[in-house]
């Protein structure tokens, strides 16, 4: 196992370094960069929110002419190689490179970058004057709670349900339980989220219990210990059940169908011929080896939440996480936090999936990967 473990993790670095060349690579063909960003806040009446760009209200142009190199590269035989420069004076624009690492060949930035990281020195966001871990630090309360309590909620859900549909399998409870299933994985999340504000989010006629905005309430720190754990509550749970609605579909189609496969085997059959009752056949041996794929998915599907599912849920419902922290970072050319972010993310991906792999011989030990043999 130790071998295998170590053959996993120096795999992990020259996949780490494709991820990191190929989306290096992406962005220096994107148009626009943070230097178009600045000359695009100095025109008059230029607004370069992120917003504002989707929307197209920006005053200014913020990508670059076919003529320029995103990124910095040089462009020859013009007066300015950033649209919206002309005027302003060169040394200025070279400052801004500078200030930014573009006065250097791509490759060397590159290479400067990827030894940097290696010191899990990530350095400062361009536009925020923060150091790129302050502001993930920051964000990740947000995330966590998202992703965590989101999958516990799913899998609380999932499992039990799944493990009923398969004891009752063509049951009505199964049909209609089936469309509900299925009709909530239709549905979007973002969706959904609407649905529930419109319902329950301060404000409805209904039930106006549910605050719209951030993570806990302007009073959070002079509440009592049980007042805190309401408030806290009281945010989250309509984040948390948009994002659960389709969560729990998968998890319990494929509990289901994990232990129908085991119902239906030999061995199933074997230990209700010795006389042991169902729930001891059920839950003593069936149990154990359906729930082998579901359990070792578990840092898989937190991870997804974690990072990729909340990106609408956070904006609809005002949550500052790491989600729209990427976003924002992408669409507001913020190069040096949307490397880390990558760079971070990928390299927990990667150990998330060892231990994926890990959770499947703890579950079932005569998992053996290192000889490949079950």
Known sequence: MLTYILRRVLLMIPTLFGIMLVSFVVVQFA????????????????????????????????SATTQSQPGGGAMEGGSSKYRGAQGLDPKFIKQLEAQFGFDKPAPERFVQMLWNYLRFDFGKSYFRDVSILQLIKEKLPVSISLGLWMTLLSYLISIPLGIRKAISDGSRFDTWTSAIVIIGYAIPGFLFAILLIILFGEGSSL?????????????????????????YARHLTLPILSMALGAFA?????TKNSFLDEIRKQYVLTARMKGLTETQ??????????????????PGAFISAFFAGSLLIETVFSLDGLGLLSFESIVNRDYAVVFSTLYIFSLLGLFVNLLSDLVYTWVDPRIDFETREV
């Open 250 to 254: 998968t998890s319990t189609l494929l």
């Open 31 to 62: 148009p626009g960069g943070p230097v178009e960003r600045i000359i695009a806040q100095l025109q008059q009446g230029a607004d370069s929110s992120a917003t504002a760009r989707i929307s197209g209200s920006a005053g200014g142009d913020f």
């Open 281 to 298: 056949v059920l839950y003593g041996h069936v149990f154990r080896n359906a729930m082998l794929i579901v359990i070792a998915g578990f």
């Open 207 to 231: 039930a106006p219990f549910f605050p719209l905005r951030g993570l806990v309430s302007d009073t959070f720190a002079t509440l009592p210990w049980y007042a805190k754990a309401l408030d």
